[in-house]
């Protein structure tokens, strides 16, 4: 494994979103993961539209909750096309689906994996090189009042909460740890993203880890 | 579903201020690990925090099987 991986360095990973009062984090991740799947592959590297994923996913809650495990299922087995943010831009609250014709452009996913590292992060940090970013779900209590440097206390594996992006880790330092993209803004945390412990299953960050296939 | 009054709002932020001290004062030797303090979250209670940000629904996933390691891509 190198020391240091961080899909930003590509340019194959989209900025910070902000998902404000909407309770869609779990769209912002997964989406956040076939732009940088699509960009792996050699496609443009754009926004695509987080609001139809939370208006259109009928298993999930839209801004009032939902799980990215239903979403990555929704997407597959609807073989739905992903348009982009511009044309379907956010808007924080709950919204009728937008259909578009099936001539119109958009991006569908091939398939998914979702499994459990803990004990197996380097396993999971192979993952991340082989698949591209990957969708986890944390207990993100702590991260009300996270400002920066490397969370590995006050976090516990206990019940998953919060779903982020996990974009690359960096082991050239005394503590090892995740580079974790969140949509709380570019204000929050370290520019947005958040520097998890790598190791020792902080957050339950290894705990529900999807990849995405395009 | 919470009323925001300026007290509410004032007394989440004392709370959150206080919340700070305990976090930063626990492992103040190790120059690395995070540390917390006023951000755009500070004037929310914990519950209402988690009421409106950590709508994830967790999943039981399957363990990944440690038979398959995976080989190292070259990702230059």
Redesign the interface.
Known sequence: ?PLR?DWRD?HVVTQVRN?Q?C????AF?VVGAVESACAIKGEPLEDLSVQQVIDCSYNN?G????????ALNWLNKMQVKLVKDSEYPFKAQNGLCHYFSGSHSGISIKDYS?????E?ED??A??L??FGPLVV?VD???W???????????CSSG?????VLITGFDKT???PYWIVRNS??S??GVDGYA?VKMGSNICGIA????AVFV | TWPRSREREAAAFRESLNRHRYLNSLFPSENSTAFYGINQFSYLFPEEFKAIYLRSKPSKFPRYPAELQMPIPNVS
Do not use: P
């Open positions: 494994l991986f590509k998902q009062t309770g869609g984090c779990w991740s809650y801004c009032n909750g939902g799980s990215t495990v239903n979702e499994y459990d590292f803990n197996q396993e999971m192979k993952a090189l082989t779900i993100a209590v702590s009300q009042d996270y400002l920066g440097g490397i969370i590995q206390h006050h019940e998953a909460n919060h779903a330092g005394s503590t709380w803004g204000s929050w520097h705990d529900s880890v999807s």
